[in-house]
């Protein structure tokens, strides 16, 4: 943030009642914050409300009655946990009302390059807690009971975790100055673009993190340190900001860790009972985690209580049990759901060396409603085969003594290249439905990507299926046809489709410009005295606009209709501009839109708006090898046009049309403020 406008903008960041700001886009106050956070909550415990939220910082943040509810009862343990001390853990609650703070541009593009699993929740918010309930005499119920929560839309659990170990036992001490201070440093971050590595300094420390990419390969070690610049005091080097340690947290289900992934890979409701808000929120988090590289697209809540807003519609007999994973401490939920097909109860975690009882696979049938035991509940049955070799190489390595990041490497690995296998079949099956290139013609609208026959792809699995990759044994087919009825093929198909969609649409509009080229003998052509064709990149033309000046006279001299495919009277045909009131004939070439005439430059003083990246906007001659611009009914205009920004007008009056790419206004100076 700019600090000359640092005094003006601190007087209004902690301004009581201040009215929401909505966006807030780059430069705002609290721009960088919002990069990170959504707000910081405190609650604390009221004799007369129990629970209850003390202060909301930023103040200008809104919420809504229900999620202010949510969170106060989110924040706190309750009753069944007794957790004295301080604990850390986390929730998911889902945003009631609407998207209050659209995220600016630079926030989309960010998301699209980070991985599918750590992309920003748009319905949801992640609530990061760090809990102290210590004996104090000066109260009235003799303990000191408060929370400070972290509000996010970043599934950032490690780094969030990290900076509430720094944060909350000073704002415990200090109270509100200490969190505005904080706060501010927290606005002074950079944003969290995926693949930078960037020190974040907090209360005297630097936390250096990296931020993920799409293309990145898992690495099992920790990342190495920065060295391009020395830092004093030197860096705490986090991790990652959202890998827990799945050993640790898988250790008492680790003769069932892949029984449990066939679950999660399937979308099967499944509920965690755990001792303590902490030990759920981890087991949950670890078993959405599993599916990594793949995007969990089922609900799941780390931790849930009987007064969360949607303990109606999760726990209803009358239909059947949603697809969400549900972290709990209260042993009610066992009566209420047990109707649902998984149950997980784990007990409280031992610290020895020795690896701790295993839960035992246990029929629902011997699920008790009181004095539960340890143990899966479910009457599912395993397609694949138990990999017994992974087992014995983690007791092995707890008998020597091996580090926790290291066995947690090698199980992490082992997930990954199981997820590998199962998806590699499917990726190589949807490439196979992609057009052929030589197939797309610029006079004709892109081919279509073939449909997906489960059949086919089935018979597909005798040749390339994931018996190549994976020495695991099993129902490999029965696997596959219970995943297509599962909510992540779903997401993973219609993500890979999109991902196809745009990469037609771009080949497309090379074949287009290679045409236009063509035109003129090839090479870079530039078109008048206004515009550069350039070669294509990776994904989307690169084209140079030039500003040229035109007068009022000459812009009348284009054509009268209303629309860019009514050619106007004097708008037609190929001479020269007719001569209008205060016009000059003289000043350039035209340049023709479809029936109109550009004067491609006039007297100084008013530049032209730029027309976009429109190929018949910067070509004198439609090449004779395609066809015209299409029309706005034309199939063509919905993928790849649209009508950008009303502010810019063509010369004759009409909106410009501007390339899509990718989903997103191509515009090169009104791109980020396109409607589009």
Same mark, same amino acid.
């Given at each position: 943030?700019?600090?000359?406008?640092?005094?003006?903008?601190?007087?209004?960041?902690?301004?009581?009642?201040?009215?929401?700001?909505?966006?807030?886009?780059?430069?705002?106050?609290?721009?960088?914050?919002?990069?990170?956070?959504?707000?910081?909550?405190?609650?604390?415990?009221?004799?007369?409300?129990?629970?209850?939220?003390?202060?909301?910082?930023?103040?200008?943040?809104?919420?809504?009655?229900?999620?202010?509810?949510?969170?106060?009862?989110?924040?706190?343990?309750?009753?069944?946990?007794?957790?004295?001390?301080?604990?850390?853990?986390?929730?998911?609650?889902?945003?009631?009302?609407?998207?209050?703070?659209?995220?600016?541009?630079?926030?989309?593009?960010?998301?699209?390059?980070?991985?599918?699993?750590?992309?920003?929740?748009?319905?949801?918010?992640?609530?990061?807690?760090?809990? %102290?309930?210590?004996?104090?005499?000066?109260?009235?119920?003799?303990?000191?009971? $408060?929370?400070?929560?972290?509000?996010?839309?970043?599934?950032?659990?490690?780094?969030?975790?990290?900076?509430?170990?720094?944060?909350?036992?000073?704002?415990?001490?200090?109270?509100?100055?200490?969190?505005?201070?904080?706060?501010?440093?927290?606005?002074?971050?950079?944003?969290?673009?995926?693949?930078?590595?960037?020190?974040?300094?907090?209360?005297?420390?630097?936390?250096?993190?990296?931020?993920?990419?799409?293309?990145?390969?898992?690495?099992?070690?920790?990342? $190495?340190?920065?060295? !391009?610049?020395?830092?004093?005091?030197?860096?705490?080097?986090?991790?990652?900001?959202?890998?827990?340690?799945?050993?640790?947290?898988?250790?008492?289900?680790?003769?069932?860790?892949?029984?449990?992934?066939?679950?999660?890979?399937?979308?099967?409701?499944?509920?965690?009972?755990?001792?303590?808000?902490?030990?759920?929120?981890?087991?949950?988090?670890?078993?959405?985690?599993?599916?990594?590289?793949?995007?969990?697209?089922?609900?799941?809540?780390?931790?849930?209580?009987?007064?969360?807003?949607?303990? $109606?519609?999760?726990?209803?007999?009358?239909?059947?049990?949603?697809?969400?994973?549900?972290?709990?401490?209260?042993?009610?939920?066992?009566?209420?759901?047990?109707?649902?097909?998984?149950i997980l109860r784990v007990g409280e975690p031992k610290m020895s060396?020795?690896?701790?009882?295993?839960?035992?696979?246990? $029929?629902?049938?011997?699920?008790?409603?009181?004095?539960?035991?340890?143990?899966?509940?479910?009457?599912?049955?395993?397609?694949?085969? %138990?990999?017994?070799?992974?087992?014995?190489?983690?007791?092995?390595?707890?008998? +020597?003594?091996?580090?926790?990041?290291?066995?947690? @490497?090698?199980?992490?690995?082992?997930?990954?290249?199981?997820?590998?296998?199962?998806?590699?079949?499917?990726?190589?099956?949807?490439?196979?439905?992609?057009?052929?290139?030589?197939?797309?013609?610029?006079?004709?609208?892109?081919?279509?990507?073939?449909?997906?026959?489960?059949?086919?792809?089935?018979?597909?699995?005798?040749?390339?299926?994931?018996?190549?990759?994976?020495?695991? +044994?099993?129902?490999?087919?029965?696997?596959?046809?219970?995943?297509?009825?599962?909510?992540?093929?779903?997401?993973?198909?219609?993500? %890979?489709?999109?991902?196809?969609?745009?990469?037609?649409?771009?080949? !497309?509009?090379? @074949?287009?410009?290679?045409?236009?080229?063509?035109?003129?003998?090839?090479?870079?052509?530039?078109?008048?005295?206004?515009q550069n064709w350039g070669d294509l990149g990776d994904r989307q033309?690169?084209?140079?606009?030039?500003?040229?000046?035109?007068?009022?006279?000459?812009?009348?001299?284009?054509?009268?209709?209303?629309?860019?495919?009514?050619?106007?009277?004097?708008?037609?045909?190929?001479?020269?501009?007719?001569?209008?009131?205060?016009?000059?004939?003289d000043a350039g070439t035209a340049v023709h839109r479809h029936g !109109?005439?550009?004067?491609?430059?006039?007297?100084?003083?008013?530049?032209?708006?730029?027309?976009?990246?429109?190929?018949?906007?910067?070509?004198?001659?439609?090449?004779?090898?395609?066809?015209?611009?299409?029309?706005?009914?034309?199939?063509?205009?919905?993928?790849?046009?649209? %009508?950008?920004?009303?502010?810019?007008?063509?010369?004759?009056?009409?909106?410009?049309?501007?390339?899509?790419?990718?989903?997103?206004?191509?515009?090169?100076?009104?791109?980020?403020?396109?409607?589009?």
């Open positions: 943030m700019d600090q000359g406008a640092g005094a003006g903008q601190q007087r209004a960041r902690g301004r009581l009642g201040a009215p929401s700001s909505g966006t807030r886009a780059p430069g705002t106050p609290w721009a960088r914050f919002s990069a990170w956070l959504e707000c910081v909550c405190v609650v604390t415990f009221d004799l007369e409300l129990g629970q209850a939220l003390e202060l909301v910082y930023p103040s200008d943040f809104q919420l809504t009655d229900k999620e202010k509810s949510s969170i106060c009862y989110l924040s706190f343990p309750d009753s069944h946990s007794g957790c004295l001390g301080d604990t850390q853990f986390s929730f998911r609650i889902r945003q009631c009302g609407g998207q209050r703070r659209p995220g600016h541009v630079g926030e989309k593009c960010g998301d699209s390059w980070a991985p599918a699993s750590l992309q920003r929740e748009p319905a949801h918010f992640f609530g990061y807690v760090y809990f %102290r309930q210590v004996k104090d005499s000066s109260m009235k119920r003799g303990y000191f009971q $408060k929370s400070l929560v972290l509000l996010s839309r970043l599934p950032f659990v490690r780094l969030f975790q990290a900076l509430l170990g720094l944060v909350a036992p000073e704002f415990f001490d200090k109270l509100a100055p200490c969190l505005e201070a904080v706060c501010n440093e927290i606005d002074q971050w950079p944003a969290p673009a995926p693949g930078q590595t960037l020190n974040l300094p907090i209360m005297g420390v630097v936390l250096q993190v990296h931020i993920p990419l799409r293309a990145d390969t898992p690495e099992p070690g920790p990342p $190495k340190q920065s060295s !391009h610049e020395t830092l004093l005091p030197a860096p705490v080097v986090l991790p990652s900001v959202h890998e827990l340690d799945l050993f640790r947290c898988f250790r008492p289900v680790l003769a069932h860790v892949q029984l449990l992934w066939e679950l999660m890979l399937l979308g099967e409701p499944l509920l965690v009972l755990a001792p303590s808000p902490a030990v759920s929120s981890e087991m949950v988090l670890a078993l959405t985690s599993c599916l990594q590289p793949l995007k969990f697209c089922c609900d799941y809540r780390p931790y849930f209580t009987i007064h969360d807003s949607e303990f $109606k519609e999760f726990t209803t007999r009358t239909q059947a049990p949603p697809n969400v994973v549900l972290g709990v401490t209260n042993p009610f939920f066992i009566k209420t759901l047990q109707h649902w097909p998984h060396g020795d690896l701790p009882k295993q839960v035992k696979l246990k $029929k629902p049938s011997k699920l008790k409603t009181l004095d539960t035991k340890p143990g899966l509940y479910t009457a599912y049955t395993a397609h694949l085969h %138990r990999d017994k070799a992974l087992l014995r190489r983690l007791l092995k390595g707890l008998q +020597k003594k091996r580090p926790s990041d290291v066995q947690t @490497a090698v199980l992490r690995r082992h997930l990954l290249e199981l997820t590998q296998s199962f998806i590699v079949p499917l990726e190589h099956y949807m490439a196979s439905l992609m057009p052929l290139q030589k197939g797309i013609v610029p006079w004709k609208t892109p081919p279509q990507i073939r449909p997906f026959r489960q059949d086919d792809f089935l018979h597909s699995l005798e040749r390339a299926g994931p018996q190549l990759t994976c020495v695991l +044994k099993g129902d490999w087919l029965g696997l596959y046809r219970r995943f297509f009825k599962s909510p992540h093929f779903d997401g993973w198909y219609r993500q %890979r489709h999109r991902e196809m969609t745009q990469k037609l649409e771009a080949l !497309h509009l090379e @074949a287009i410009c290679e045409a236009v080229r063509g035109g003129w003998g090839g090479g870079s052509w530039r078109g008048g005295h206004g033309p690169v084209v140079r606009t030039e500003h040229r000046d035109l007068d009022e006279g000459q812009v009348r001299g284009g054509g009268r209709g209303s629309d860019p495919e009514t050619s106007g009277e004097t708008g037609s045909g190929t001479g020269p501009p007719a001569a209008r009131e205060g016009g000059n004939t !109109h005439r550009l004067p491609a430059q006039g007297p100084a003083g008013r530049p032209v708006p730029s027309l976009g990246r429109c190929p018949w906007a910067v070509a004198r001659v439609w090449p004779s090898c395609c066809p015209p611009p299409p029309s706005p009914t034309s199939s063509l205009l919905p993928a790849t046009w649209h %009508r950008c920004h009303p502010a810019v007008k063509m010369a004759s009056g009409t909106a410009a049309w501007t390339l899509t790419v990718g989903g997103s206004c191509a515009h090169p100076t009104l791109g980020p403020t396109c409607p589009l």
